[in-house]
């Protein structure tokens, strides 16, 4: 271990040791709970929904509704959904799981000397924006190891205030407890990003050549937001139309094969339309009798998409006179997905290694 002390000559008599010298590289997911059973579900989905990016009601009338009303039923639905999900050889939800891989791989490219010949050492570590391994824990963690520079890579192609803002606000609330604060960086998003849009159109054409039939309409599900952040600010909608049209233009599809739709909508409000679950329904009715959906905007497979996709907006499918359906894999730790973290993580290092 170098110690910073003897950047100017000895170290003085009783100096602590001090490591230095690194940069970290801190992908961030979302989050999941730590287990499907009542109480993980209820502290988990009690840090998510108190965040006030997340759910922008004013206090005095979120509050009583989230702790005597959301918090008393919802932990147990959605405690069951996660059980059907869940990865038991771990004991963990899979998107802890590929995010980690995906930490694991972009850190083995750097070991491998992807970043090529850098003068600073370079440390690779992931957290959970809500849950575990918290943001302020491994970003503690990347100081201890002596990264002074960190790049915080929140895992979401398009940018929302309720996704990468909100990681912000955690990396800069875990500063606030440091006395000796490395510089930080915030990865910008990357929806138009070239590597991200062949990446996507790369895994999607592999997938669908491995069906055993060929959809008619391919549905772009993206996570939704309500309607009223669009119309205050939040560019997010337009980045999803962005990656929709550049998705089409790599596949060569047109908007009617390619349609681009919102889910997880929730509480009464208008969020961002068309409804992917109105639109499952409204598509097996028109006729529509073969279906693909691929989820953009999720860096890793999670509830959202393997169970709300893969089966609540399946059933409503082919509940409804569709036939066949098919849900198409996020990016992962595949080897596509893989490279788009690295092209993120090269480009924002730029400067610094």
């Not at 869940?86 to 998107?95: A, I, K, M, V």
């Not at 993206?222 to 952040?229: L, S």
């Not at 959906?293 to 860096?299: C, E, I, L, N, R």
Request: glycine share 8%; charged share 25%.
């Amino acid at each position: 271990m170098r110690d910073l002390a003897l950047i100017g000559g000895e170290r003085p008599a009783g100096h602590p040791p001090v490591a230095f010298g690194k940069v970290g590289v801190l992908l961030v997911n979302l989050g999941t709970p730590d287990a499907t059973d009542y109480w993980s579900m209820r502290r988990y989905l009690k840090e998510f929904l108190s965040d006030r990016r997340v759910i922008e009601t004013p206090r005095a009338i979120w509050w009583p509704v989230l702790n005597l009303i959301i918090l008393t039923t919802r932990p147990g639905r959605k405690g069951k959904d996660y059980d059907t999900i869940w990865n038991r050889e771990l004991n963990e939800g899979p998107l802890r799981t590929i995010t980690r891989s995906q930490s694991d791989k972009v850190a083995a490219w750097v070991a491998a000397g992807g970043l090529g010949d850098t003068q600073r050492p370079v440390v690779v570590d992931w957290a959970m924006r809500y849950g575990n391994p918290s943001m302020a824990s491994r970003l503690e963690a990347l100081q201890a190891q002596g990264c002074e520079r960190i790049l915080v890579v929140p895992l979401y192609p398009q940018y929302a205030a309720a996704t990468t803002a909100t990681v912000a606000d955690k990396a800069f609330d875990a500063l606030k407890t440091m006395r000796w604060q490395p510089a930080v960086r915030i990865a910008p998003p990357w929806h138009d990003d070239a590597a991200y849009i062949d990446a996507l159109a790369s895994s999607i054409r592999t997938q669908l050549s491995s069906l055993d039939f060929e959809p008619e309409t391919i549905v772009a599900s993206f996570h939704g937001i309500p309607q009223r952040y669009f119309d205050q600010g939040d560019p997010y909608y337009c980045h999803c139309a962005k990656t929709t049209r550049l998705l089409r233009e790599a596949l060569g599809l047109n908007a009617e094969r390619l349609m681009m739709t919102f889910q997880s909508r929730f509480g009464p409000a208008k969020w961002l339309e068309p409804y992917t679950d109105a639109t499952m329904k409204a598509l097996a009715q028109k006729g529509v009798r073969r279906l693909a959906v691929v989820t953009p905007g999720f860096a890793a497979d999670c509830l959202e998409t393997i169970e709300e996709i893969g089966i609540e907006n399946r059933d409503i499918f082919l509940e409804h006179g569709g036939e066949r359906f098919a849900r198409i894999d996020c990016l992962n730790d595949s080897p596509e997905g893989v490279r788009v973290l690295q092209a993120v993580v090269a480009r924002e290092l730029q400067g610094w290694i």
